[in-house]
């Protein structure tokens, strides 16, 4: 076949050789016509074979060495795409459901001892108890504060979602009024639709943090001390609800919070630099009861401060303020919640310097709200106040790991209209803690406390007075 091909080549050049009487060509001339021949030659048997030319032809025979003139050479085939190729340039398979979706969590085990003070006390009377841990009592050891399985990821391009149940929930009145342990109890069940293609702008739907308070947006999970503040907390008890909201985050506020995120800062998460909802307003997992909404606004700016000089390189201080108004029925002693419908109205500012390596934090909030009155023997809308001061230090490197001192003082006074008839309570309380974390997936933290607390009973009066060690490992995944 080969030979054939190349028969057939060279009688086509032979048949456009000139004529016998035509000028002589001097030898250069022929030299290079036999050179240009012999690269078509090789073209021709490389395109035959179908692989690139192999190079300089061999030496063609002597007698085509009286070739005058080249001849044009014919285009190389188009070698055909092997099966295997085609199949690599195909369309690439469409991601499962379960690629868009992240697991994580953490759990929290406790264990607090109150070293002197009122661990008891007569009826009537106060005795040493927080609202914010449940641990601390007579007769108490270990607790599991927190065991949270957080599941989130992405609908489509625009949509997110976002589910966390917690499983140390308690229950009480069972079995003679015993409490009972490790029941599971919804806590954020939504959904995002971000409205622009940066991002920058969400509306979220369904039970979420309502945006009051610096803190209460903080996930525990980040926070540096064991409970939220009395104060700050009052507003939203267990800091979420039903509802709607919308936030934003424009794009330099987005890049100092990477920036602190990246250091490694306890951050508060992006729930937006501006958040405007509403909700049902009677607090989290509890069924509405009239027809009036919570609404709430917050607003929360860092600013860096590089640019004051070397000694404030890498600081970030971050402020921000919130506002809230809600028409709430609190549970009431005799059953059920109550007809009337208190207003309550707040106002709270926040200060955060990032620990770099010290940091400050401070809030607090003013208004009026649901409040049992002992003297009227009623609940009353009435004055309140509170929130925290804090300061921070951050070690980054040290024998044990990176490690966090911290020291917070808050006061608060006011009711707690999460609990039976919405007790006042009166909080004074000093705490000195440290938070040491030897892997990335463990922290400890031990803290002391000095408490001076009105039990979250309207039928206890006084203050209890104390001093508590607590303990806290928490465990990441």
Known sequence: MQRRFLSASFGAACS????????????QELQAQIDELKATIAEMKAAQKGKASPGPAPMPPASVAAVPAPI???????AEQPASAVAAVAKPAKPHWYDRIGIRGYTQVRFNEIVSGDRRAPDGVSRLRSVGDSGIGDDTNFTFRRIRLILQGDLSDRVSFYFQPDFANSISNQSGGERREG???????????FLDRDKRFRLRVGQSKVPFGWENMQSSSNRLTLDRSDGINSAVPGE???????????????????RLEDDGQKLFGNYGAFGVGVFNGQGINRTETNDGVMTVAMGT??????????????????????????GIEPEIRSGGT????????????????YPQPLGFQAEWNWGRGPEYDVARGAIRSLPLNGGYVQTMARVRRSPVG??????RWQRYRGGWKALTNAPRLETDEVELGIE????????????????????????????????????????NY
């Open 436 to 475: 040491f974390q030897p892997v990335p997936a463990l922290e400890l933290t031990l803290a002391y406390a000095h408490m001076q607390r009105s039990e979250a009973d309207e039928r206890r009066t006084g203050r209890a007075e104390g001093d508590v060690i607590r303990t806290q490992l928490q465990w």
């Open 72 to 78: 044009a050479a014919p285009a190389a085939p188009r």
């Open 183 to 193: 029941f599971v109890q919804l806590r954020d069940a939504y959904v995002d639709t």
């Open 240 to 258: 979420r609800d039903i509802g709607v909201i919308a936030y934003y985050t424009p794009p330099q506020v987005a890049r100092i919070w990477d």
């Open 338 to 353: 109550s007809s009337i419908t208190y207003r309550e109205v707040r106002g709270g500012i926040h200060a955060i310097l």
């Open 16 to 27: 456009i050789l000139p004529l016998e009487g035509a000028p002589a060509q001097t030898v």
């Open 301 to 326: 700016w860092p600013f860096a401060l590089d640019g004051l000089g070397a000694g404030f390189a890498g600081q970030v201080l971050e402020v921000g303020g919130a506002a809230l108004q809600n």
């Open 402 to 407: 990176p490690f966090m001192p911290y020291a």
